[in-house]
């Protein structure tokens, strides 16, 4: 990060103006964190223009002009297209299956978490014409650091739960404490034997 003297202010709001970087790229082609772009553009009141935006809403591609036919209702009798392949190995195993689909959970909030900074960006180019600022503060909430983190605890506490399940007819925590003491309680540790009576019958 540049330091708060080195920051050329001027050239990051030109930058912002123009409006054809994301503000991520404003601030690391500045060498500044985008929360300081974001807030310094607010309390100067920035405004981006709208010629050439960073993020382009997407819209439909307007409809060849045909000559109109008439609609029919949709086949009941359609094939549907069938689910993917599963693994056969995961197939067999519920356990194995719910395993995996953790992991492709893990390796989805990895990538959200990767490209936060898009993910807001498109948030604030979406909602900036909105009345309310309502949407523009669920949409954040969604994507924010305690949403995630929730996110994560849950699917942990479900990998937990499938490494219980999947270890079943493994020994549970209080029969392995048990097996420990004993096996500590014994060697140089084991208590030794009670005192022997001798009988001298002489």
Not at 34 to 54: F, G, H, L, N, Y
Not at 81 to 99: F, Q
Not at 135 to 145: E, F, G, P, T
Request: proline share 9%; aromatic share 2%; hydrophobic share 40%.
């Amino acid at each position: 990060m540049a330091k708060r003297k080195d920051i050329d202010w001027a050239a990051i709001e030109a930058d912002y103006r123009a409006g054809s970087l994301s503000i991520r790229r404003i601030a690391a082609k500045h060498g500044v964190s985008e929360a300081a772009v974001r807030k310094q553009a607010a309390a100067a009141k920035w405004v981006r223009t709208d010629c050439a935006p960073a993020h382009q809403p997407r819209t439909k591609p307007a409809p060849a002009s045909e000559p109109e036919q008439e609609v029919l209702p949709p086949e009941r009798d359609a094939p549907r297209l069938p689910p993917p392949a599963l693994n056969p190995e995961l197939a067999a195993d519920p356990v194995a299956l719910s395993r995996d689909l953790a992991q492709r959970l893990l390796h989805e909030l990895d990538a959200t978490t990767s490209q936060l900074g898009d993910v807001e960006d498109a948030i604030y180019e979406d909602t900036k014409d909105d009345a309310s600022p309502r949407r523009r503060s669920a949409m954040l909430k969604a994507v924010s650091l305690p949403a995630r983190a929730m996110t994560l605890k849950t699917i942990a506490q479900t990998i937990a739960v499938l490494g219980e399940v999947g270890g079943a007819g493994k020994k549970g925590k209080k029969e392995q404490r048990q097996e420990a003491a004993v096996e500590a309680g014994r060697g140089r540790f084991a208590p030794r034997p009670p005192p022997k009576l001798v009988v001298d019958n002489g």
